[in-house]
């Protein structure tokens, strides 16, 4: 932690955010640590934001990385709500199954039903999204998903981002090294190109 909840909300903060890496050494203290810090911060009447991430060489099987996995997110979403996180930041799902991987060769790690891998969910970004805000006690807390690292196709894949987190029933995309590693007008229109997609009224809930 930077600094306590209390020198926030004399700073005239209107939220607190944090980070947890789930699956990490450090990740059972964080937890901790950021549901009191949650919860005084309602009692002060901040809003709360909790990037639920899973960077972790555990995530990783047989050279596939599992730490965009639909199911290993929302799962780490579900707990980020449950600690009292009003807005969630999630990578945008890219693969599932991760649970599956994690449970090869007699380990044991967590629980979950293969209903989770064809019944209520598919392989589409849209559904596997739409998992990640399932698990967000059904939508009830916004997901926002994380607009990825810079590159040579920063509009598109903004754009797309976008898109799949709207139609999923997400609530926005931050794209902050996107649009801020790049000249003033460049990263002006990249912000209104994404702006555009959730104003657009013909881009609806699929």
Not at 41 to 55: D, M, S
Not at 72 to 79: K, S
Request: glycine share 10%; net charge negative; charged share 20%.
């Amino acid at each position: 932690m930077f600094a306590d909840v209390k020198q926030a909300w004399d700073m005239g903060a209107a939220a607190v955010g944090a980070t947890i890496y789930f699956g990490s050494n450090e990740s059972s203290r964080q937890i901790i640590e950021v549901s009191k810090a949650f919860k005084w911060a309602h009692e002060l009447g901040l809003a709360t934001i909790l990037w639920c991430y899973l960077r972790n060489p555990s995530f990783m099987v047989d050279g596939i990385d599992y730490h965009t996995s639909a199911d290993l997110t929302g799962q780490a979403n579900h707990i980020g709500v449950t600690i009292e996180a009003d807005i969630v930041k999630q990578k945008l799902p890219t693969i599932n199954a991760g649970y599956l991987a994690l449970n090869n060769s007699g380990v044991k790690y967590g629980k979950w039903n293969d209903k989770a891998y064809n019944d209520l969910c598919s392989d589409h970004p849209i559904d596997m999204t739409r998992f990640q805000i399932a698990n967000c006690y059904m939508g009830r807390i916004g997901l926002i998903n994380s607009g990825g690292p810079s590159g040579d196709d920063d509009f598109a894949q903004a754009v797309r981002t976008a898109v799949i987190n709207k139609r999923a029933g997400g609530v926005g995309l931050i794209s902050g090294r996107k649009a801020f590693q790049r000249p003033m007008d460049e990263g002006i229109q990249l912000l209104n190109a994404i702006q555009d997609v959730y104003l657009c009224d013909e881009i609806t809930i699929a």
